[in-house]
Structures are given as C-alpha cells and as structure tokens.
C-alpha cells in the first residue's frame, strides 16, 4: 500500500465504526500552554476535559504533528522525525479498552494484513482488564502481552492534562544478527512501536495528583511513516514513498547519489526532514523568529541550510523542494498547496538570509573550536556562542551541534545569561505593551468552571454573576478595596483579546462595589478572566454586578476592526493573492496590519489601497455576521486566518461581495460609521513582512489636521498660500543652488589671483615642487579648482591644499603626471597626513582628499606634508 492508500484506509475503517472524520488541526494550537501540536489528541483537550463540541463522540483524523525535542538526532536515525503524521482514533465518554483494542488488532491484521506473529504488545504493569481483552478476545499468546512501567506505558500530552495508561502493539522486525534473543523490555530497535492505544481517564493536577475524568476516553495514535515501512517493507522511513521523491530531488539538485556515503544520506535526510516541517509551520502561519514559535523553524531551517552546505552547496535551494512537498502532501493536506507561493517565498528569504552570515559564522566558530582545542578545553564559552546567535544567526542548538562533532561542549548557563540581559535590554524599550500570558495554573484552576457567555456583540451592559475570583493563581472567597483580581462571570460583554483585537476596557459595579477592566483574556476552554482593579466596597463569589464596557472605546476598535477587513482586501487586489495576514493589532487608536510581501509597497499602491477602502466606506455598506459551519464558510469563500484555530460553527463577517472573513471581533453595523481611513505608515518587520498602521474615524481627522498643520506654518514663512508652495520651494532650491556656485566662483576668482603668491612660496623637496597652503571659506570645490589652477602653472610639482571650517578639517592633494612614476601617490600621501588631523582620506595617485576631527591641528598637517613626501621618494 502507498502511505496515501494507508491514511484513506485508516480514516475509512474507522469511519465504518461511526467515528466523524475531523480535519488535521493547525500546527499552532490555539492553547497558550502547547507550542505545537503533539499528537492526535490536542485538538480534543476540551472534549477529553467534558467541556467541548459534544456533536460526536467519536473520531478519526490524520494529524500532521511537530516535536522538536530529539531534533539532533533527526537524520542519523531510521525513524526520528521533527515532523511527523499521526493516524489516530478517539472516543470522548463513549467506547473504551475492549473496542479500541479489537479494531487496532483488525485493521492491522485484515487491512494493512501485517503477520500476526511479528505482533507483541506491551500494557501497563497494573492494567488486567487491557490484559484479558489482548489475552481473551484478541487471542493473542501470553508471552507477547508485556507488562511495562510508567516510563513508557503511561501517557501524559504534559506536565498536567488528560492522561492515562496506554498500550502500545509493536512489530517484530526480527534480531540483528549476533545479538542475543531479547524482549520488547530489553531491545527497542528490534521492536518497532506502531501504535500507541492509550485509556485516557485522568487529568494530572499541578500537584502531580491524578484526577478521574467525568469520561472515559480513548486516544489512540499511530506513526504513518512508521507503517509505510514496515508496509513497504524497508527498514527507514526514510525509504519509504513518503520521502523518497523528496531524497531523489535533493539528490539531484546537489548530484549526490542516495544510498553511497553514509555522511551524506544523513545530511539528505535532515534536509528531507526539516523541508517538510519548514513548510507545514509556515503554512500554518508560522515565519521564522528569534522568540517561540518562531525561533523553532528558524532553527529547523538553518539546520537545513547548514547541511546543504555540508553536501556542498554554496546556494539556496531548499526553497526549490516546496513543490515537490506540495506533489506528495496536498490531496490531504490542501493549505500547503494553497498558500505555497506564501511558502516559498519566507524559506528563500530566510536562506538567503542565513547564506549571508553562514561563512563568516562557521570561520569564527572554526577557529574558536581550534583555540579551544589548543588550549585542552572543552567547553566553548557561552559569550562565543552569543556572538555566533546574535551576530551571524547561529541557533544554539546548531553552535552545539558542531561543537558535538568535535567532542566539545558549551557553556548554556552563561549563554542564557547573555540570552537574558539582552532581553531585558529588549524588554525596558518596550515596556508598557502589556501582554498577558495565561499560565497553566491558570487554565487548571479555570477548567472546572462553566464557559463565560459572550453577550457583547450587541450589549455593552450586561448582568453577570461571579463565579470565580482569583488572585496570584489562587482561588478566593472574596476581594475588597485596592485588591487585584481577576474576575470570572457566567455573563459577559466585554470582548476578550482575541484574532488581533485588544480587550475592551470598563467597569464591574453593584451597590456595593466598583471595579476597574483593564484587560480581558480568555482561557482555550473560553472562560473570560477580567482583570479588575478593585477601586471601592467588596466582592464575593456568586454576587450579581453589572458589566459595563466604555463604548467610545468599543466603537474606536469596531471601527478599526472593520477597516481591518477592507485594508486586507484591498491590499490582495492591488499587491497580489500572495498577500497574507501574517500579524495584526486593532486597538481603540489605531489599526496594526502585517502581511506577507517582498517589496515595499510603493506610493502609488498605497494611494490606490486607501482610495478603495475608502470608497467601500462611503457606500456605507452594511457588516453582515452570521454564524455557519466551517465547510459552508469556506465554501462561501471566506478568507481563514493563518494560525487561527476555528471551530465547528465560525462567524463569518462580510462587506457585501468584497470581503468575507472568518473572524471572532466586534464590528461596525455599517462601513460608513468608519468615517474616513488613512494610512499612517508603510514599513518592514522582518524579511517579506511589511507593515502598515492605520487610522480610522476621529484619529483620521486628527492625522489629517496635524499635516495641514505642518503646511500652514510653512505658508505662514513663506508667506504664500497652499497651492504655491510647491513652485516657491522649487524656486528657492533653485535660487540655494545658484548661490553656492556664486560663492564658489568668487573663491575661484580669489585662488586665481593667488595662485602665483602661492607659487613663489613653493619648495623643493629632493627636487619636486611643493606647495601646502591653507585656504580660509574654501569647499571642496573651490578647493579643486585652485589645486587645478595651481597644477596648470607650476607645471610639475605636489599640491597640498586644506581647510578648516565647523569643527572639521579637509585636505587635498594633487600630483602633477609627470611625478606618478616617481614613486609620488597623492592617496597614500594624504593618508599620512590625515592622521595629524585626526582623521582619514585616500583617492587615486594623482588626487586624494581626506576630512579630520581636529582643524586645530591643520597648519600642523600642512607642515608635515615636505617631510612625508621626502620619505615617500627616498624611502
Ligand atoms: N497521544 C498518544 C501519543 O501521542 C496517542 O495518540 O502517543
């Protein structure tokens, strides 16, 4: 079977049996605890939890996962992966053990028909019931059920969340020759894990404690590359079609053959590898970064880049591999092949941008390690590792990795201390941004309490009750005056930052109590934490308040959300359907819009964006939401949002035909409430990032009266009126520059009827002709003229020339032709005497000028010039 043949098959059994086939989810989960997706089950932590979607209760997916924690490895091994897919079947409170295991038995024995005597399985030491189902019902001998500890039959997605014991079915692929008859306990290489069947009933407290679930579930999860191998029949993944087409084509592009060098298949391998989480991360949403998310696929690429190099490629070409991704990948996986120019584009910027800085880098990083070794250490510093991240873009984990091939360490302790001070550097420039992380603590605290009710898409005052109250992570009872607190309600209508919208600000009250929002965020299983500064009188859990949203504020951010919209559109109709969202901030001032795109956008394009933006809002169309399912949405043609994670039922916001996007925010009822767009600035954030800020309403109108204000006063000096100012400052330029060359031919004229006092002031030195004099008002310019005059009367000589003016001190000198074979070199000669002056110059054999910082020290210069030269002929 084809991997793809496995994956339809797998999805098709078990559609058979009831389960709703889901999509993958995104790699970026849309959970603040979780960097990436893991496994099958983290788009199901709700449902595991008894809090989610309740529609189905069974389900299939083939989940697209990254993990990142073996990634050195990656590339030396048959079956490491920092990308991988997951099939996996779930059940939420409905069917458990004795189902979960007789389907895996059947469709590995019937559908995939792998021989039921290469199969063992292993169970958790305590767990008789998942025993007796594999020794009963399935039938399978005693000696090939093992029992093994909580190390590995024990899941848990983290430090806390839905877990449970496990039982994993293993394929024999038979002993290495000349290594002893072992156990599945004893020999993991010889004993493959394929599947991973795991009785999710617990949820593990931050206390470590383990709590039952309200449910039993099933999570079950099983490696597509490991299969298509043992399938197909090769002993690395790596041999199998789902990354062989891959291989070949990297084969070619660096006419290596696969299969010959061992060194080199390891470097095809990391390339084959990294290439695909390079482009599923950045099809998600994710570009490459120095934080988070971010810095993870920086550090997959570059290691990518790095072995190119070491296959010895000189230019980028990764990014040449993407099509040959979205040939093996797009029938499951349709977004690689919908945003692959988006793809594209960031992995051949980021290569380009590594390629710049990869040689200097890897030159340093040579000779430190042949230092290091020459000095019997073994450890590079961590300041030399600092350098190498900061100034030439080397990820830790790529400096330790080179460093491993040579037997050396490095220090981490002192490189995170270097990592910390520059980012507390970074952090006091942006001091006052006030971003909120929900801690895991948080989130736990939370999980057990109902889902806030989000009333404020068409109420700013609401009544709602307490239900929870929290302090320093804690729970409490009751809070009083001058008291922080965050504050849960079953009711709210304030909005929670979310989808680039910053929270709305406001008051809780009752007769009792005031208490100031100054910031809403909401947990992934939609509590609404209000963060409330308590300004007067008390509050106690189950207490009712009324909550108040200011609604200047709300509308300032309405307006901006809406314009959101239409700027994204406008911006695809202009610049191109490569433009993605790729970051944006609306508050109540003014609206932040990123997007993918490779050039600045210019003067004319900007003009033509706001123009039908605001033409949209002077139709004063009007904003329709409406609540869909997601498949009727995309049909619709709404736009989805990289790295945003949408449930079953969206809410699609649409301006008539022109824009449809798929969006959680408050908007305006009709555009014409936006009043007037105008853009404020158009700039760069990262490679193919651009930026624009944006104003909308009131903050229009206030930009638009600050530039009139700024061509008032020049009117008001120049006293014209608006319309001519152009004319009258390209008269003035006009007239500037007439007056300079003015000037300048009267200095002329000056050096003209000087020139012969200079001439007789000229010395000899070894024969030569020499004349240094200090010209007082001269330019450049009027400069060159007199060395020239000079040039022409004396015939054959040296001419040093200087002046002194502002602070600074410039020097010429000219060589007459006749002198040039004579060892005289105007350049190397004025950059001796630029050092008097404190300064430096050089220029051709024949002219050379130079600028100093001291013009004190010019008469000092001119002086020193004889002696310069006379060292210059002689020497
Ligand atoms: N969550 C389990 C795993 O990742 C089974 O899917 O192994």
């Known amino acids: 079977m084809t991997s793809s043949e496995i994956r339809n098959q797998f999805i098709e059994f078990f559609k058979k ?139 848990t997605m983290g430090a806390t969340g839905p877990c449970g014991p496990c039982s994993e079915i293993l394929y024999d692929i038979g002993p290495k020759p000349g290594k ?166 960031v992995v051949k910027s980021e ?35 600092f350098q190498l991240y900061d100034t030439y873009g080397f990820p830790l984990d790529l400096t330790r990795e080179i460093a491993q091939e040579h037997k050396l360490g490095i220090d981490e302790n002192s490189f995170n201390r270097e990592m910390t001070a520059q980012r507390d550097r970074a952090r006091s420039a942006w001091a006052g941004s006030g971003d909120r992380v929900i801690s895991p603590a948080m989130s736990i605290l939370t999980s057990k309490i109902v889902p806030t009710h989000f009333a404020g898409y068409t109420n700013l005052i609401v009544k709602g009750k307490v239900l929870a109250l929290l302090q320093k992570e804690q729970a409490v009872k009751n809070v009083k005056a ?70 200047g504020e709300r509308t300032a951010i309405a307006r901006n959300h809406t314009v959101t919209h239409l700027l994204h559109a406008a911006l695809r109709q202009v610049l191109g359907k490569h433009i993605e969202q790729a970051g944006s901030e609306v508050r109540s001032q003014d609206l932040r819009f990123d997007f993918s795109h490779f050039q600045a956008v210019t003067v004319t394009e900007l003009d033509r964006i706001e123009d039908i933006v ?40 649409q301006v008539d035909a022109y824009s449809k996007e798929l969006c959680g925010g408050t908007h305006v009822r009709d555009t014409g409430e936006i009043g007037l767009m105008k853009i404020v600035t158009e700039s760069s954030v990262a490679a193919g990032v651009r930026r624009i800020v944006a104003v909308t309403g009131e903050n229009a109108l206030r930009e638009i009266k600050r530039q009139q204000n700024v061509v008032r006063d020049v009117c008001q000096t120049l006293h014209t009126s608006e319309e001519e100012v152009p004319a009258r400052v390209e008269k003035l330029m006009v007239r500037v520059k007439e007056l300079e060359k003015e000037k300048e031919k009267n200095m002329i004229k000056h050096a003209s009827t000087s020139v012969d006092d200079l001439i007789h002031q000229a010395t000899k030195i070894k024969g030569i002709a020499c004349i240094t004099a200090e010209l007082p008002g001269f330019n450049m310019n009027a400069m060159r003229a007199a060395a020239d005059a000079l040039k022409q009367k004396i015939g054959s000589g040296v001419i040093v020339l200087g002046t002194a003016e502002d602070g600074k001190a410039t020097l010429i000198a000219a060589v007459t032709k006749d002198l040039l074979d004579k060892k005289v070199h105007a350049g190397n000669l004025i950059r001796e005497i630029a050092k008097v002056i404190e300064g430096s110059g050089g220029g051709r054999p ?23 030269l006379e060292k210059m002929v002689t020497g």
């Open 17 to 155: 049996q009831n389960h709703a086939h889901r999509p993958s989810a995104s790699l970026v989960p849309d959970d603040p605890t979780v960097l990436f997706t893991v496994a099958g089950m983290v788009q199901f932590k709700a449902q595991f939890l008894g809090i989610g979607n309740k529609s189905f209760t069974r389900a299939v997916t083939a989940q697209k996962c990254v993990r990142t924690n073996d990634i050195e490895n990656v590339g030396f091994t048959p079956r490491h992966h920092t990308f991988f897919e997951m099939l996996g079947n779930f059940s939420f409170g409905d069917y458990f053990k004795q189902e979960a295991i007789t389907w895996a038995w059947e469709f590995l024995t019937t559908v995939c028909k792998l021989d039921k005597e290469k199969l063992w399985v292993t169970i958790y030491k305590d767990d008789s019931e998942a025993y007796e189902i594999w020794k009963n019902d399935v039938g399978l001998a005693e000696k090939r059920i093992v029992r093994m500890g909580e190390e590995t039959n024990f899941w």
């Open 180 to 345: 002893p008859e072992a156990g599945p306990d004893e020999d993991e290489d010889r004993y493959l894990e394929i599947w991973n069947l795991v009785f999710t009933q617990f949820d593990r407290q931050a206390d470590g404690s383990l709590a039952p679930l309200p449910q039993k579930n099933i999570d079950t999860g099983m490696g597509l590359e490991r299969l298509a191998a043992v399938m197909q029949g090769v002993s690395s993944n790596f041999d199998t079609d789902l990354f062989q087409p891959l291989i070949q084509a990297i084969a070619k592009e660096t006419m290596k053959r696969y299969g010959k060098d061992e060194k080199n298949d390891s470097s095809m391998k990391v390339i084959a590898d990294h290439i695909r989480s390079s482009v599923f991360l950045i099809a998600d949403g994710v570009l490459p970064g120095n934080e988070g998310r971010g810095y993870v696929l920086r550090r997959i690429l570059r290691r990518a880049v790095r072995h190119s190099k070491l296959l010895g490629l000189n230019d980028v070409f990764l990014y040449r591999l993407v099509p040959v991704i979205v040939g093996l990948m797009a029938a499951h996986y349709p977004e690689v092949k919908e945003r692959r120019e988006h793809v594209v584009s």
């Open 351 to 385: 290569e380009e941008r590594f390629q710049h800085t990869l040689d200097s880098g890897l030159a340093i990083l040579n000779d430190t390690i042949a230092e290091v070794k020459k000095t019997g250490k073994t450890i590079i510093s961590g300041k030399q590792c």
């Open 482 to 551: 001058g008291d922080e607190v965050v504050v849960i309600l079953d009711t709210t209508a304030f909005y929670a930052e979310s989808g680039g919208q910053l929270a709305d600000k406001g008051e809780l009250s009752n007769h009792e109590m005031l208490a100031e929002i100054s910031d809403v965020q909401k947990t992934p299983e939609g509590h609404f934490l209000h963060f409330a500064m308590m300004k007067r009188g008390s509050l106690a859990i189950n207490e009712s308040v009324q909550v108040a949203v200011k609604s």
């Open 614 to 653: 605001n033409t949209k809002i002077l139709e004063n169309v009007q904003v329709d939401t409406q609540e869909l399912s997601i498949e009727e949405a995309k049909s619709k043609g709404a736009m989805a949002l990289f790295g945003e994670k949408y449930g079953d039922r969206v809410r699609m916001v």
């Open 846 to 868: 024949d002219f050379a000028q130079a600028g100093g910082k001291n013009p004190e020290k010019l008469k000092a210069a001119l002086a020193a010039t004889p002696a310069v």
